[in-house]
């Protein structure tokens, strides 16, 4: 491994405008190249820092855009985990263009002891995650593909033997999106990583980075079919490529369990049945509502329009339509954040899917 100051020094020294000559309230949109994070190693203290530019007002959700510098502070939180795994976080806010924090970070470490995973071209459409796995605990799988490398970590004490499908599973649908997108990403290792604590029930997918817990991995087992792997594959394009505002969340989701159903018919198992159990959760939920209208998951109702009335709504309409319409939307939005009016224009075809039927 490299040092820790050539390693771990990153900065997204990308070019960042002053909000008034780059964005407009017209607009609504954020380019991610308008961020910068900082990561840095000070003796035996890792400090993150950063700053933004988000869309408008998030009190009004109007007016201008506004720069965020170093006005604001917030201390990361570090969740530790009994196998001496750490994961930073920012609690409670999800979506980086919702909050202006300078984002600042103390962990006492020796930094050669870890590996250390984040986020190095862009900043992550969720929580800020710096994932540090010590490596006296945690093993590294390389598998390559033509694509690029993907690195496995999971404990090492772990004795349970992962099948071949269980690799190909994500390696796979990684494939299957890169051409659905016409985008492959990166060329940078993809990492997939597995917090042996029992505890770490987190299921979360970062750009160029799966992190969950081994529950999900028994679940794998259990239920191939209907394996949670595509979905958290597929948001590196759809959730970590392209974003939706937080208000949103709903169309994220949905949408992305639509794309994943598009890999379980090409590889062509899994297809009939999971759209058959969204039909049968759907039908169960206790009233139908317009999609349109969702802003959260609060609600049982909520969570099961979300993830299952949706992409069962547009797995009825015709496919080819439906994804020439997202492919259109990634290629000309990639990298910015997009408004559900944004999506409305672009995807006029979808637009009766949000209605209650």
């Keep these: 491994m490299k040092k820790i100051n050539t390693l771990l020094l990153f900065v997204l020294s990308m070019s960042v405008a002053s909000a008034q000559d780059t964005l407009t309230p017209a607009q609504m949109l954020v380019d991610h190249r308008q961020y910068n994070l900082n990561l840095r190693i000070e003796g035996d ?11 408008y007002d998030t009190t009004t959700y109007s007016g201008q855009p506004i720069k965020v510098d170093t006005a604001y502070s917030l201390p990361l939180v570090d969740y530790r985990t009994a196998d001496g795994a750490i ?3 920012r609690e409670g806010n999800w979506y ?47 598998i390559d593909s033509p694509i690029r490398p993907f690195h496995f970590y999971r404990l090492a004490s772990d004795t349970t033997q992962y099948p071949d499908a269980y690799y190909r599973e994500f390696v796979d649908s990684y494939n299957f999106y890169c051409t659905f997108f016409g985008d492959s ?18 299921c979360q997918s970062l750009r160029d980075m799966i992190i969950f817990g081994h529950y999900f991995y028994d679940v794998y087992t259990m239920i191939p079919d209907f394996s949670w792997i595509p979905h958290e594959v597929a948001h590196q394009w759809w959730g970590n490529g392209i974003f939706f505002e937080y208000r949103d ?17 090409s590889r062509g ?20 509502l317009p999609i349109a209208d969702i802003r ?32 259109q939307l990634y290629s000309k939005y990639k990298h910015t954040v997009v408004s559900r009016d944004m999506f409305l224009k672009e995807c006029k075809t979808l637009q009766h899917w949000l209605k209650s039927q």
């Design 249 to 265: 969340y709903a169309l994220s989701e949905s949408l992305n369990e639509y794309i994943k159903l598009q890999f379980l018919k």
């Design 87 to 89: 994961v930073l976080r």
């Design 96 to 142: 980086p263009h919702i909050n202006g924090e300078l984002l600042t970070a103390q962990v006492h470490i020796k930094a050669d002891d870890y590996y250390i995973l984040g986020g190095t071209e862009w900043l992550p459409s969720f929580d800020i995650h710096l994932v540090l796995l010590p490596k006296d605990k945690y093993a590294c799988k390389v």
């Design 269 to 288: 198992r899994g297809y009939e049945e999971q759209v058959e159990y969204y039909k049968a959760m759907m039908e169960r939920a206790e009233k139908s």
């Design 185 to 202: 990403l990166s060329l940078k290792p993809m990492n997939i990583v597995e917090i042996g604590d029992p505890q770490f029930v987190m």
């Design 296 to 327: 959260s998951v609060e609600t049982q109702d909520e969570s099961i329009a979300i993830y299952h009335t949706a992409p069962y709504r547009l797995s009825l309409m015709k496919a080819t339509s439906v994804n020439t319409a997202l492919q």
């Design 45 to 55: 203290t890792l400090r993150v820092s950063g700053f933004y530019l988000i869309p």
